[in-house]
C-alpha cells in the first residue's frame, strides 16, 4: 500500500448506532468518489449527511495535502467503530425507571488513487 496515494478522514462522534451507520457505509466502499458523493446525497438516511462531510473531508485532504487527482480517487476503505454511549432514563409505571441508551460511532473513510479501475469477480 503506497501510503502517497491515499487519504484519510475521521469522525469520532457520529450519533447513530454503528450497527445503522455500517449498513450505509458499506454501500460506498469501492466506489468512485463522485458516485459515492451521489449515493450519500440521495440517500433517505439521516445520518448520510454527516457521512457525505466525512468524505469530502477525506478529498479535500487528499487533493491539498497530498496533490491527488479528484478524479481518479476511489474510497478505498470505509469502517466504522464503536464510540461513548450516553446512558438516559425514562420514567415508568410504580416509581421504576427504563434506561436508553444513546449510542455514539466512529468513523474513518480512506480514500485511493487509482490509475485504472480495478475488475471485480464477473
Given at each position: 500500500?503506497?501510503?502517497?496515494?491515499i487519504a484519510i478522514?475521521?469522525?469520532?462522534?457520529?450519533?447513530?448506532s454503528p450497527n445503522k451507520?455500517?449498513?450505509?457505509?458499506?454501500?460506498?466502499?469501492?466506489?468512485?468518489?463522485?458516485?459515492?458523493i451521489n449515493q450519500l446525497k440521495f440517500s433517505s438516511k439521516r445520518?448520510?449527511?454527516?457521512v457525505l462531510k466525512i468524505?469530502?473531508?477525506?478529498?479535500?485532504?487528499?487533493?491539498?495535502n497530498k496533490q491527488l487527482d479528484i478524479d481518479k480517487l476511489f474510497v478505498k476503505e470505509a469502517f466504522v467503530g464503536k464510540s461513548l454511549r450516553m446512558?438516559?432514563?425514562?420514567p415508568r409505571a410504580k416509581g421504576?425507571?427504563?434506561?436508553?441508551?444513546?449510542?455514539?460511532s466512529k468513523?474513518?473513510?480512506?480514500?485511493?488513487?487509482?490509475s485504472q479501475i480495478k475488475k471485480e469477480n464477473s
Open positions: 500500500m503506497n501510503q502517497n496515494l478522514a475521521k469522525d469520532n462522534m457520529v450519533r447513530i451507520l455500517n449498513i450505509l457505509i458499506n454501500t460506498i466502499v469501492n466506489m468512485k468518489v463522485s458516485e459515492a445520518v448520510s449527511k454527516q468524505l469530502n473531508a477525506a478529498v479535500a485532504n487528499a487533493e491539498n446512558k438516559r432514563w425514562r421504576r425507571a427504563a434506561s436508553i441508551i444513546k449510542p455514539f468513523v474513518t473513510i480512506v480514500v485511493e488513487e487509482r
